[in-house]
């Protein structure tokens, strides 16, 4: 588990029925664009504490509902 570099977090799971990890991503979709404007990076706000708290809680329940869903382990969070 960890950042995405960009912005962003991932996590991961271990699934029981052997088909490997689970991954679990959550990210600035805008910051992942090919035809983003050539200034955004430049002109992006940097994150707040609340959007980067928002953004760990969010993933978290997604994974823990996806990785119950498919069968898998509770992810590994960071």
Not at 13 to 19: F, K, P, T, W
Not at 43 to 57: C, G, I, M, V, Y
Not at 62 to 69: G, K, Q, T, V
Request: charged letters at 30%.
């Amino acid at each position: 588990a960890g950042r995405l570099a960009g912005g962003g977090r991932w996590a991961s799971a271990v699934c029981r029925d052997g088909s490997g990890p689970a991954l679990f991503t959550v990210r600035d979709e805008e910051a992942w664009r090919e035809d983003r404007s050539g200034t955004y990076d430049r002109h992006r706000t940097k994150p707040s504490a609340a959007d980067l708290a928002h953004e760990h809680a969010a993933l978290k329940e997604f994974a823990r509902r996806s990785a119950h869903a498919h069968g898998c382990g509770t992810p590994e969070l960071s």
